[in-house]
């Protein structure tokens, strides 16, 4: 498949801080992405390259195959911030005719179907607006663009669990009838782990990760059991968290776990359940073991 995005080496300080480090990452035609890391890793800043608001220090990317030079906005993006600079005094329909004139592919129909599903009036102020209001109008801004590359910021930042699940439900959909390239940038992995294909954790400004989250799911387990049995069962294994309990201990292993594996685990008294996802990021982030 053709990458619509390219970071090759890329890195970026803010005087001695290096907020991004020799980072690579592809972004194919076609594909819902996550980006998940916690506060201070190095998210915002990364995206904020991606959008070429930023230049990098080192390194370069690719949009659409061609290199971003300093001061150039890729055109086939669509980068839904999660704070943005929109005039408090702008009605919402003003923002979303701004928005139309940057974005070639803009559905306005599909705007006006969007502003009813979260209930928006557009007469309203950018001012006027709760936080989750505001999201939801960044939201249209990016689902409404259609763009061939779209980047949404925390975009459930303030919404209520109805929204949050109609706002992944509205992507979802219109993903499957008008596919394109979507990163969804967040701390909530359980929350789109069931919507997007792939993710990427940053940690530190480097790539921790990078996993389809069909392999995540298939391959992070919690195991318990009495901490010799663990110790001789997980040899070898990829643990990425432990814990003792007296005699007991729990592990995480992020590693296939085959049918006569299971078997012997169970004859051994040990317990292999499936991690959910949010455990396995933390855990992971602890413990910094990637592979
Ligand atoms: N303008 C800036 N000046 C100085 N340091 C900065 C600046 N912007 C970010 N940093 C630092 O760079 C690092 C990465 O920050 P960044 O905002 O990219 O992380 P993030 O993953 O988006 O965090 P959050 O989830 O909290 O928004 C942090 O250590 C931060 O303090």
Redesign the pocket.
Known sequence: MNAILECRNVSKS??S?A?VRRLDLKLEENKLYGLL??????????LNMMAGGIFPDGGHIEVAGTRLKQGDTPGHMCYVR?KNAFFGGARIREILQIASAFHPHWDAPFAEELLQAFKLNPNKKIRQLSRGMESLVNNIVGLASRAPLTIFDEPVLGLDVLMREKFYKLLLEDYANHPRTILLST?LIDEIAPVVERIYI?ES?SILLSEEVDNIRMDAHLLQGNGEAIRSFTNGKRVIYEESYGNGSLVAVYDSIGKAERERAASLGITIDGLPLQKFFAYLIEGGRAS
């Open positions: 803010y005087g801080t907020a890391g916690r506060n201070g890793a190095g998210k915002t800043t990364l999660e701390h940053i400004g």
